[in-house]
């Protein structure tokens, strides 16, 4: 299995004279270690699917290189990559048999017929389709078939990584929750480079060690699951990972003070002078406090989902969320609380770090 280097890659699928930035990846540099699991995150044309075809050869970029354990691939086409890739629709051979299906990049590589075996059954019972293997594709169900395609990704263990661009969209939710587990225990087991394209967020934190949360044609953060929800890098991270997502609230910094429309907000910390057009303080809804403490609000909304209560109110002008434990009431009088260390300040949609 191979490191992936992304050096300085930038794509256009054709610029416009109308629109001479119109980079569908703006510039990319990342170095993806050997045998990591990397969920690929992000919203519809952010650029996640055309990353993955320049990192397999499907496309080649405008601009910079890949790299496969330092060795330039960029010239290479597909087939000199040893890249295995999932798409998100089935891609299969109709007429031949599910075990075929399955024995064909093995067979194509000169794999003995009894090794074939061996593997094929692993993988059949992995997907489940064991007592399917005789059967021709063509009869098989949407669902069946993307087994096989999984299937046929996973099979070869000798690849520089495997590549999934959402594979999981059209399999039933239960059997989604099977296959990926499966998913992760094989690498665990075989150690292999994964790329994981996805725009669920349970999925993407469930599966990898690493997420890679991608923002209009640009990587904005790579990180642990905890990582992202506790410190996003980018205002856009902390909308999308959590639900609801980050409080994002326009501020002015006075020393140690954020200044939030007429109320002030000690941070514990003085942001260093920042010359950014805009500032804005940002804080979870789980560490809002909603109680008898801290600054005057208005309850717009509580809505009750079971194990939690989600609070929804105006602070200084500006909608605020608020999660508290279900058997925690909300006051008559309430008022609300920041917890300080769990402030991030922004500037320019970029987190400050704290000195
Ligand atoms: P999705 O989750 O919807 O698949 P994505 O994050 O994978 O989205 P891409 O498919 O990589 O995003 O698209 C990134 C940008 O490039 C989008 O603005 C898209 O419209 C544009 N784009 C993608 N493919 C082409 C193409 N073949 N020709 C022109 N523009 C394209």
Redesign the pocket.
């Known amino acids: 299995m191979a490191r992936i280097t992304l050096d300085h890659i930038r794509h256009a ?2 610029i416009r004279p109308s629109a001479p930035n119109d980079y ?2 703006r510039e990319v540099n990342h170095e993806w270690s050997d045998g990591g699991a990397y969920a690929l995150l ?12 320049i990192i397999s050869g499907l496309l080649q970029p405008s601009e910079g290189r890949i790299l496969f354990d330092g060795e330039d691939v960029t010239d290479l086409p597909p087939e000199a990559r040893n890249i295995a890739q999932v798409f ?1 629709f089935p891609v299969i051979y109709d007429t031949m048999t599910v075990y075929d299906n399955l024995a064909f990049p093995l067979r194509n590589r000169g794999v003995a017929e009894a090794a074939v075996k061996r593997r094929v059954e692993e993988i059949l019972e992995m997907t489940g389709l064991p007592d399917r293997a005789n059967r021709k594709a063509r009869g098989l169900t949407a669902d069946q078939k993307q087994k096989i395609s999984l299937g046929r990704g996973l099979v070869r263990n000798d690849v520089n990584a495997i590549l999934f ?2 594979p999981l969209t059209v399999i039933d939710p239960h059997m989604k929750w099977q296959l990926r587990s499966q998913l992760k225990k094989l690498h665990r087991q075989f150690g292999f480079t994964m790329v994981y ?1 996805t ?1 669920d967020q349970t999925e993407a934190l469930t599966f990898a060690d690493k997420v890679v949360v ?1 923002y209009d ?1 640009q990587i904005v953060q790579i990180g642990t699951p905890a990582e992202l929800f506790v410190t996003p890098r980018h205002t856009f991270v902390g909308y999308f990972i959590g639900s609801p997502g980050m409080n994002v609230l326009p501020m002015q910094i006075d020393g140690a003070t954020a200044v939030i429309g007429g109320e002030r907000v000690d941070l514990g910390f003085a942001p260093p002078n920042k010359t950014a057009a805009k500032m804005e303080f940002g804080i979870r809804p789980e560490f809002v406090r909603i109680g008898r403490e801290g600054h005057p609000v208005r309850i717009d909304k509580v809505e009750d989902i079971g194990r939690h209560k989600i609070v929804r109110a105006t602070f200084a002008g500006q909608p605020v969320a608020a999660v508290m434990p279900e058997e925690n009431e909300v006051p008559a009088d309430a008022r609300i609380a920041f917890d300080p260390k769990a402030i991030n300040i922004y500037a320019d949609s970029w987190r400050v770090e704290r000195g």
């Open positions: 699928y054709g569908a990846l992000g919203p519809s044309g952010c650029g996640k699917t055309t990353l993955l075809n998100q661009d959402e394209v725009h991608m044609g």
